[in-house]
């Protein structure tokens, strides 16, 4: 389990190049919305939810990730176009 502010994990999210929460997805034959929810989206007409708690606070509040799977995957295409 793994915890960080929301922010940090938007700041995540938002530093991905284009295309990369389909690669994500695809990578573990999930949907877009289920990778964009793990990010905070909430629209699960579309998509799953995927381990993560949000509790309201300073920064958006504290995040805990039960499975840090795509968090790892973003990280990794980050530190590819660097």
């Known amino acids: ?5 929301f922010n940090e994990l938007r700041m ?3 530093s991905l190049p284009e295309g990369s929460i389909h ?5 573990l034959n999930v949907s877009d919305e289920t990778v964009r929810n793990y990010f905070g ?10 381990g993560i708690h949000l509790e309201k606070g300073p920064s958006g509040g504290v995040v805990e990730l039960d499975d840090e ?3 790892d995957m973003a990280l990794n295409i980050i530190n590819e176009k660097s």
């Open 1 to 5: 389990m793994r915890t960080m502010t």
């Open 12 to 14: 995540i999210k938002d």
């Open 23 to 27: 690669r994500i997805a695809e990578s």
């Open 41 to 50: 989206g909430a629209n699960y007409n579309f998509g799953q939810t995927v």
């Open 69 to 71: 799977t795509i968090l």
